[in-house]
T-cell receptor
């Protein structure tokens, strides 16, 4: 069964450092997403991406965040200057689009900012 | 008002019984509704989706939708200890062509052997 692949599975970084989280969505999917989940809290939308541009972003997705699809397969989330409160599980998801398709989530990257 | 609301639980059900999970949503124009299962430390896994009023069955799972009451539920029959997880209700929200899944806070379900 096709899957969404995320790397790394766990990243520890110092406050103020830049991190890049990587994702390989399902190959025939057109819509890509990043969500995050702070420990014990709900899954929160960060950003959606379609046709090489951001479709929508949440209030969380401020100027410190950026997304990119540098080639035909990878989808990345960059956090320019990490803060302690960025510590969370980050999930990449992809979808074929349409109202009747759910999203397939990757296994997540646990980001710990120290 | 939260867009998607679930009772956070925990909900405790004996093995073999029916587990009933509920969800309400605020946007009356929502079209599609999804149930995900999330084991501790893992990613959400899609169980079912529903978009028409009424019931939809898949194995031991039944999703129910009542758009007039803005209410979605998930029934798990013959509950097994492996069903112990957090169940996330999600609603597909579309604004100006951009779509996203909005999640509730999840209901933690424990099946007791």
């Amino acid at each position: 069964e096709p899957e969404v692949t995320q790397t790394p599975s766990h990243q520890v970084t110092q406050m103020g450092q830049e991190v890049i989280l990587r994702c390989v969505p399902i190959s025939n999917h057109l819509y890509f997403y990043w969500y995050r989940q702070i420990l014990g809290q709900k899954v929160e939308f960060l950003v959606s991406f379609y046709n090489n541009e951001i479709s929508e972003k949440s209030e969380i997705f401020d100027d410190q965040f950026s997304v990119e699809r540098p080639d035909g397969s990878n989808f990345t989330l960059k956090i320019r200057s990490t803060k302690l409160e960025d510590s969370a599980m980050y999930f990449c998801a992809s979808s074929a689009g349409g109202v009747y398709y759910g999203y397939t989530f990757g296994s997540g990257t646990r980001l710990t900012v120290v | 008002q939260k867009e998607v609301e679930q009772n956070s639980g925990p909900l405790s059900v004996p093995e073999g019984a029916i587990a009933s999970l509920n969800c309400t949503y605020s946007d009356r124009g929502s079209q599609s509704f999804f149930w995900y299962r999330q084991y501790s430390g893992k990613s959400p896994e899609l169980i079912m989706f529903i978009y028409s009023n009424g019931d939809k069955e898949d194995g031991r799972f039944t999703a129910q939708l009542n758009k007039a009451s803005q209410y979605v539920s998930l029934l798990i029959r013959d509950s097994q200890p492996s069903d112990s997880a957090t169940y996330l209700c999600a609603v597909l929200r579309i604004i100006q062509g951009a779509q996203k899944l909005v999640f509730g806070q999840g209901t933690r379900l424990t099946i007791n052997p």
